[in-house]
């Protein structure tokens, strides 16, 4: 097997706790190869779910986070100038579609259009993917999927993903996980006790209430992990807390006050 991707390998089984019927479905529709589409809120669990689902099907994973200022060339690859003279190098998407990987493109809808559309034809029955500038048409490997991830509410109309893109993904919805799972989940990350896991969890509850009422978006399951480890390590809870869960999602000091109500109340 080419070292180009066997680092990609997921080599020990990440901490996944199943929130609903997901893993099953993942691996129905991984058994077609069908693209996903992974919806949900920041720091819910998505990235560690593909991560799980990778090691559990024994395929290696590239991630891509993407960003606006990403081209086609980021994805696909580019000729290099070196000593010998020009040398073209794949980029993650052709690795992944050449040697059979999963392909994880984070927060897709930062990609511009014109970057997202390179995965059409991979991401129909076609499953290729040319390489115009090299003169190449790679046939994706039978193992090849894509996966992306998607952020509801965040985009604005202009920076959405066009039906013709979404329509070629089959979509799990994730959230936060239902309060005792999300309690089992921040004991497990962090090794803080039950009563102060559920505490936190129920902070966020409160929280995840003012969403549209002067907050963004609620404290993320990944929030409540940070808090968690800051008392682990025996920082004082209500400054474990306002450094994790207050400060960081809102500047507004009215809304704050509400925050630490909500610490003060359960600590
Ligand atoms: N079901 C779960 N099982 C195990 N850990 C979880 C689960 N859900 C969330 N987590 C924990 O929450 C953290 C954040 O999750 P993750 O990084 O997967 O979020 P995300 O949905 O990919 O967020 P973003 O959209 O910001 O990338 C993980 O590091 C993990 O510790
Ligand atoms: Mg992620």
Known sequence: MSDAIKQFFIKNEPYYRQVADEVTLYEAAYSVRMPMMLKGP?????????????WKLKKPLITVACNEDMTASDL???FLLDA???RWQDGP???????????????????????TVVIHPLTD???ILPLEKKGELVHAHADFQLVISYNPGYQSLM??????????????DFNYPQADIETEIVMH??????????????????????????LDEGI???????AGSLIAKGVDVHAACHMALVRPITDDPDMRDALDAAVTTFF
Not at 93 to 100: D, E, Q, S, V, Y
Not at 165 to 172: H, V
Not at 209 to 214: D, E, P, Q, S
């Open 42 to 54: 920041t720091g819910c669990g998505k990235t560690r779910f593909v991560e799980y689902m990778a």
């Open 76 to 78: 696909v690859g580019r």
């Open 84 to 86: 010998e003279g020009t």
């Open 93 to 115: 998407l052709t690795t992944a579609a050449r040697f059979g990987a999963i392909c994880y493109l984070d927060e897709v809808v930062e990609a511009r259009q014109d970057t």
């Open 125 to 127: 029955n076609r499953r």
């Open 159 to 172: 920076k959405d993903l066009k039906q013709s893109t979404k329509q070629r993904f089959g979509a799990l």
């Open 189 to 214: 990350e962090t090794g803080i006790k039950a009563d102060v896991a559920g505490k936190l969890v129920a902070i966020a509850e409160r929280a995840r209430n003012l969403k549209g009422h002067g």
């Open 220 to 226: 993320s399951t990944r929030m409540l992990i940070y």
